[in-house]
């Protein structure tokens, strides 16, 4: 763990990197965080007014109260790339986030917003194994990574059939122990003759033996979770902007012919589909235009969290009682309670 400094609630994260995304087919570099939105200092009014919660159903109200505050921890945090990754320890009874330099920073509710560990190689997707340790996509380094409980680092995977990966995204651990992750290619520079010419979805079988490609037709994979029962896979296209289910397979793997599209997230507003989750009732909460989306198992719009901000880039459940809804946008950490618990991390073993 690296040295500890707070910060202010409203202070400015230094040495901010870029993030760019890349379609998979047209290998271009799309820059999508500065130009979309930019907090200048401070709290913007018209933001603040907007927030709310729309009901696109009334079955939200079982989730949610249509008048719960959406809270802003933290805004104006800086940078041209997501905050991003957030994840609950419940042990320690905080949450651990990246910034937009390459730190990993930790909220503990009721205070300041501290330093946790001063380099993480721009690890974006963190969730922890069934062991308690921390699992992580290290973009800088293009890995899997697995943090033991000393600090040190053991790598899981850092390449498919010899070529590096692309820069790994986000991940999330079934129950088994088998870790999958998503794999575009968000960097500001067109892939080299060595990389990967496909955007893909990856398993790692639980003994570590076998890396799997799931899929490879995504344009730029993103946010990926399981259903309560763990019998489908979502994964975001942020391309297309939408979200696909697949159901799995016995082995794990998916089963091609059940793909469909889960949630279609376009509109005319800013956002798109990032990080995702799922609570213990099969509803998914995703970003989209406008805001954060609440839908339920089928893939029905329920509501949709309007938090002020251009996009949602991920989001986490925590608190106790996993009833507290973190999420991140490019620059701000916010939060608001909800009344079905999430999944928690690290997931209940199934029998």
């Given amino acids: 763990m690296g040295r500890k400094r707070n910060v202010s609630k409203y202070n400015v994260f230094k040495h901010s990197v870029s993030k760019h995304n890349v379609s998979r087919r047209q290998m271009l570099a799309i820059s999508g965080a500065a130009a979309s939105f930019a907090i200048g200092g401070g709290r913007n009014a018209a933001a603040q007014a907007a927030k709310r919660i729309e009901r696109l159903d009334p079955a939200l109200d079982q989730i949610i109260d249509p008048s719960e505050p959406i809270v802003d921890i933290a805004t104006n945090l800086g940078g041209t790339a997501n905050v991003e990754g957030p994840l609950w320890w419940k042990e320690g ?32 997707g963190l969730t922890r194994d069934m062991q308690g340790r921390l699992v992580a996509c290290e973009a800088l380094t293009r890995r899997i990574v697995r943090e033991e409980p000393d600090g040190s680092i053991s790598v899981l995977v850092s390449s498919f059939k010899g070529q590096p990966f692309n820069r790994p995204n986000d991940i999330v651990v079934k129950s088994d122990g088998a870790i999958y992750f998503t794999d575009p290619w968000t960097s500001a520079d067109a892939p080299g003759e060595t990389d990967m010419t496909f955007a893909g979805v990856y398993r790692i079988s639980p ?145």
């Fill in 93 to 124: 009874g905080y949450l651990l986030f990246r910034g937009t330099d390459q730190k990993r920073w930790k909220y503990s509710p009721g205070q300041p917003i501290a330093v946790f560990k001063e380099n993480t190689n721009w690890a974006n």
């Fill in 207 to 351: 003994d570590r033996s076998t890396l799997t490609l799931l899929v490879d037709d995504f344009l730029r994979p993103n946010g990926i979770a399981f259903s309560p029962d763990e019998r489908v896979l979502y994964i975001n296209c942020s391309a297309r902007r939408h979200i696909r289910a697949f159901d799995l397979a016995p082995n794990g793997t998916l089963l091609r012919q059940t793909d469909r599209v889960f949630a279609d997230l376009r509109g005319p507003e800013p956002g798109g589909p990032d990080g995702m989750k799922v609570d213990t009732a099969g509803n998914v909460y995703c970003g989209g235009s406008g805001g954060l989306y609440i839908l339920d198992p089928s893939g029905k719009k329920l509501g949709r969290i309007v938090h002020g901000f251009a996009n949602t880039a991920n989001v986490a459940f925590g608190g106790d009682d996993w009833k507290t809804v973190y999420f991140c946008t490019r620059t701000s950490l916010g939060m608001f309670k909800v009344k079905i618990a999430g999944v928690p991390v690290p997931v209940t073993k199934k029998t």
